[in-house]
Each structure stands twice: as structure tokens, then as C-alpha cells.
């Protein structure tokens, strides 16, 4: 089984979700412990490929099972390349986003046209197997706020921070269903404060749950 630790983070758009994984891969490294600090979709060579066909072009660029698939692709070269060794060397491994994100984007922001949970779980019994973050933050705040901060920052503004608001409030909901299903695998962080408000409350979670 895996001898190191492996933390998510997930949420919509412009929620701080990368500000914070370097803030807690900071305070991991303080520890003396060996980090890596990766983000989905991506985080090897072929995922990276792979995320610009998702993240760019237009919105209805692919439907949401060929959508899932390439994020499930890139995300078993991730597995396989990166994440995998690293949680065998014993090393902290923080993602910006893992499976969570393909369950409530694909699998269910999509409404009418979404996955569902069925298959979005099938996926990733088939492609992930056993490996299961040992702690998911959920970095939850009001859509219209991550959505603003988000569009502010990006110059290439990617392909979701163009669909409209009932997807991203579909989003926020299926992200949270996640947490309230998984109690013992994620915790829900209000995100709409300030970083380090956010920052020591995310450090007192992984204290207190993964460092006794
Ligand atoms: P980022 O903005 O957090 O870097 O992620 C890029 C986009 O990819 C983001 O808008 C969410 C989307 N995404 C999915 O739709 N499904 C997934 O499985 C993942 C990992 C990301």
C-alpha cells in the first residue's frame, strides 16, 4: 500500500484551490518531508499534452464522455509516471485537482448531458484502482465570486470559465454532495477569506487528521 501521503484539492473556478497547495506543500517541506506539488489535468508530459485539448477551444468542444476519457487518460499517465513512485518513495504528493474534478464537472455539471455517478465511478475503478487520497480539501465559496477573481486573472480565459452560471452552481453542488458522502476522506474549507485565515485551517485539518 502507499507510504506517502496523498492530499487533493478541488473546486470551482478562482476558489485559491493553487494558492494553498503551495502554501501547504511549504509547510510540509518545513517538516523536512520530500513534497510533490502536481495539478490535474497534467502534471507529466503526456497529461500536460493532453490539457490543452481539454482547456482550450470551444465550449461544446467535446461531449462529456470523450471529455471524461482524456481526463482519465492523462490522469493514468499521471498515476503511473508520477504520483505512484512518489506515494511509494514515501513522499507528500499535493494535486490540484484529481478525480473529484471529472465526477462534478463531467459527471455531473453537465445536467442533461452529464455522466452520472455510475459511470464516473466506473472510470475510476478502472483506471485508478486502489489509490485514494488520504485527505480531499474542498475549497467552497460563492460562484460568482470565484468566477470574477478567476476571470480577472486569466488572460486566456480556459473553456469552463466560459460556461454559464447553472454550470458552475451545479458545480459547487456536486462538490459538495462529494464531501457530504465522504466524510472521512474530504473537509469543506470556506474559501471566501483571507489566505492565511484559509491557510491555518487547512493546516490544523492535516494536524489533526493526518499527522497524530
Ligand atoms: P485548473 O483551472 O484548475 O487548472 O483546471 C483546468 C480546468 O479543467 C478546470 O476548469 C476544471 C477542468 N477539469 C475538468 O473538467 N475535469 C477534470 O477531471 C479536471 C482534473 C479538471
Partial sequence: MQKG????????????????????????EAQGREVVLTREPGGSDG?????????????ARWDALTE????????????????IPALNDGKVVIC???ADSTAAYQGYAYGEKAL??????????????????DLTL????PVETGLERALKRDANVNRYERMGLGFHNR???????????????????NAARTIPEIRDEILNIVRERLLR
Fill in 5 to 28: 501521503l496523498f492530499i487533493t484539492f478541488e473546486g470551482g473556478e478562482g476558489c485559491g484551490k493553487s494558492t494553498q497547495a503551495r502554501l501547504l506543500a511549504d509547510f510540509f
Fill in 47 to 59: 497529461a500536460e499534452d493532453i490539457r490543452a485539448l481539454v482547456v482550450k477551444g470551444d465550449v
Fill in 68 to 83: 471524461a476519457l482524456l481526463m482519465y487518460a492523462a490522469r493514468r499517465d499521471h498515476l503511473v509516471k508520477k504520483i
Fill in 96 to 98: 490540484d485537482r484529481f
Fill in 116 to 133: 452520472g455517478k455510475e459511470t464516473s465511478d466506473a472510470l475510476y475503478r478502472m483506471v485508478v484502482g486502489p489509490v485514494r487520497p
Fill in 138 to 141: 474542498m475549497m467552497d465559496m
Fill in 171 to 189: 458545480l459547487r453542488e456536486a462538490f459538495l454532495k462529494i464531501a457530504r458522502n465522504e466524510p472521512e476522506r474530504c473537509a469543506v474549507i
